[in-house]
C-alpha cells in the first residue's frame, strides 16, 4: 500500500512517483526526472470528467446553513483500479491500488487487513504536494525522540522509524464575506475625588458599537474523524498559495485518507473560527475606555464557498502498553507535533537513582550541620 497510483516511466517502465523537493515525478530506477503535466489529467485524455456546479450564494448568520457542491465525480476506470483499506482496529479508512497487499494503518500501527472496492468519493478541488521529504521527515522525528530521555529502544530503532509514511489528509475549507454587527457596554472614569473618609468616582456608560464586513479565505477544518482536531491545529498553518489543482499524479508513493465527516458536519468548526477571529481584531479596536463588555453580535455570510483540499502530512502510529502513540508533521512546512511512549522502567530506575542522590546529600548535609551545631 505504498503509491495511490501505479504511474510508469516512459523510460524504464518502474513506477515513478512525486519528489516533493524537486516537485517533478522522479524514477526511482533510472532517476529520470517528469513535469507533473506530463501525467495527465483524466479529462485530458479524452476521459469522462464531471464538472463542478457552481455552489449556490445565500445570506446567512452562523447558525444558517452553508450550501456545498457536490464535486467532481471519479471516472469507472479510477474507482476500478482503487480499493479502499479498513483497519478493523480504530476503523481509519485509506484509499490504495487494488493490487496493493495490506499494510500498518497510519493512525494507530495496527495491520490493515480489510479489503473493499472503492466507489462514491468525490475528487479533490486542489491539493498541497509534499515539499519535505521522507528523510526530513525521519530527521526530524529523531530530533523530537532525542527531546525526551524516556522513549523506549524499541521506538527509536531505525526499523520502526522508517515506516513513518506520507498520507494526505482530506479538508474542507470554507469561504465567506461576513458582515458584522457587535455591540458593547463599556466604561470611562471621567472624575475622583473624596468626600470625606470616601473616594467617589463618575462613571460615565457608552454604548458602543462595530458594523463592517470581513472576508475570510479557505478556513480549514480536517474531514477525518481519525485524526484529532487539536493535532490538525497545532500543524497548521498551511500555505494555500501552495495549493494546485488536483492531478492523481501527486499522489503517486504517498497514502490518501478517505474523508468520513462531510463539509455540513465540519462547518461549526469553521463558524467558531470564523466568529473568534471577527471577535478578537473587532474588539481590539474598542479601546480608550477602563473596562469593555462585549453584549452581543449577528454576523451574516455571503459569497460562501466551500473547497475540498488533500494537505499533506507524515505520520507515524504505534501501540504502546496498550496506547496510541502518533507523531505527525506537516508534510509542506515541516511543523512538527506527537506524543511518544515512556518506558516507565527506566523512567523508574533514574526516578530512584535521583531519589538516593539527593538523600545521601541530605544525609551529609544533617551529618555537617550536627557537627558543627
Avoid at 489529467?41 to 447558525?63: H, I, L, N, R, Y
Wanted: include cysteine.
Amino acid at each position: 500500500m505504498d503509491q495511490l497510483y501505479d504511474f510508469k516511466c516512459p523510460n524504464c517502465g518502474g513506477t515513478v512517483e512525486f519528489d516533493g523537493s524537486l516537485q517533478k515525478m522522479k524514477c526511482p530506477y533510472c532517476e529520470s526526472i517528469f513535469n507533473v503535466d506530463d501525467f495527465k489529467k483524466p479529462e485530458e485524455a479524452g476521459e469522462e470528467w464531471t464538472e463542478e456546479t457552481e455552489p449556490k450564494q445565500k445570506d446567512s448568520t452562523f447558525d444558517s446553513e452553508w450550501y456545498y457542491t457536490e464535486g467532481k465525480a471519479w471516472d469507472k476506470r479510477e474507482e476500478q483500479e482503487l480499493a479502499t483499506y479498513t483497519c478493523q482496529s480504530c476503523g481509519g479508512q485509506v484509499i490504495g491500488e487494488s493490487s496493493a497487499g495490506a499494510g500498518r494503518c497510519p493512525y494507530c500501527g495496527n495491520n490493515i487487513v480489510m479489503k473493499s472496492q472503492f466507489r462514491g468519493e468525490f475528487k479533490p478541488d486542489y491539493v498541497i504536494p509534499f515539499t519535505k521529504t521522507k528523510k526530513d521527515a525521519i530527521e526530524s522525528l529523531q530530533k523530537y525522540i532525542k527531546k525526551s530521555k524516556f522513549v523506549p529502544m524499541e521506538y527509536k530503532s531505525q526499523r520502526n522509524i522508517q515506516e513513518i509514511r506520507g498520507v494526505y489528509i482530506p479538508f474542507w475549507t470554507y469561504s465567506s464575506t461576513t458582515e458584522f454587527d457587535m455591540t458593547y457596554t463599556a466604561h470611562r472614569i471621567s472624575a475622583i475625588w473624596r468626600e470625606g473618609d470616601y473616594q467617589c468616582e463618575k462613571h460615565d456608560v457608552y454604548r458602543v458599537q462595530r458594523q463592517g464586513t470581513m472576508r475570510f479565505e479557505d478556513v480549514p477544518a480536517d474531514a477525518s474523524s481519525h485524526m484529532p482536531d487539536e493535532m490538525m491545529d497545532r500543524l497548521e498553518p498551511y500555505d494555500m498559495h501552495g495549493a494546485v489543482d488536483f492531478q492523481p499524479a501527486y499522489l503517486a508513493g504517498y497514502l490518501a485518507e478517505r474523508y468520513d465527516m462531510k463539509a455540513d458536519e465540519c462547518v461549526d468548526r469553521a463558524n467558531s473560527r470564523m466568529e473568534y477571529t471577527a471577535k478578537t481584531q473587532v474588539s481590539a479596536t474598542v479601546d480608550g475606555y477602563h473596562t469593555v463588555t462585549y453584549n452581543n453580535g449577528r454576523f451574516r455570510m455571503k459569497d460562501q464557498k466551500v473547497k475540498y483540499v488533500l494537505m499533506p502530512v507524515w505520520m507515524l502510529s504505534n501501540q504502546w502498553d496498550g496506547e496510541t502513540y502518533t507523531f505527525a508533521m506537516n508534510g509542506q512546512t515541516g511543523k512538527v507535533t506527537g506524543r511518544l511512549p515512556v518506558d516507565k522502567g527506566a523512567f523508574r530506575n533514574i526516578w530512584l537513582k535521583n531519589s538516593l542522590i539527593s538523600s545521601v546529600i541530605v544525609s551529609l548535609l544533617l551529618l555537617m550541620i550536627s557537627y558543627f551545631f
